[in-house]
């Protein structure tokens, strides 16, 4: 069975606050008794939002739903890997993301957020080189003057 998710892209767009506000209620409303698609719900919110910390109770959210609900544990995947994404956990994105694609090979918001994921690792990783090269020839420089620094006296 094939589900639908948005774009990688969506959810960079995050709810408005009366929006959110309207998930945050009802999870708080329903208290210990929370739903599981009331949680879901409120997770996926704080997934698209923009703060960071909401970001990271949307992803412990989601992490109680996957380890508590074996039947949602399916949808989880997709934004258990988005938020880890978001927040630039991409080991765990990627991870959550395969398991998702090593059930549903076809998953076209699956298969965008592997490049998106990958295209990250990449560029920082190209950025992590960089930084070590620049590193390593301002040591060689330095040392090179202290070494003639040494050499003059």
């Not at 939002?49 to 508590?68: D, P």
């Not at 990958?118 to 060689?140: F, H, N, R, S, Y």
Request: proline share 3%; hydrophobic share 35%.
């Amino acid at each position: 069975m094939s589900y639908h998710f948005p774009d990688a892209a969506d959810a960079e767009s995050p709810l408005k606050p009366d929006e959110l506000q309207v998930l945050r209620a009802q999870y708080e409303k329903e208290g210990d008794y929370v739903g599981v698609q009331t949680k879901f719900n409120y997770a996926w919110g704080l997934i698209k939002s923009s703060a960071r910390n909401e970001q990271q109770e949307g992803v412990r959210l989601l992490s109680e739903i996957f380890r508590n609900a074996p039947e949602r544990r399916r949808e989880c995947l997709y934004y258990l890997g988005l938020g880890n994404y978001k927040l630039g956990n991409y080991a765990e994105a990627r991870r959550y993301n395969d398991l998702l694609i090593d059930h549903e090979p076809e998953n076209l918001q699956a298969g965008s957020l592997r490049g998106l994921i990958d295209d990250k690792v990449a560029k920082e990783g190209l950025m992590g080189v960089a930084i070590l090269g620049g590193v390593a020839i301002a040591a060689g420089v330095l040392g090179s003057m202290i070494f003639k620094g040494s050499k003059r006296r």
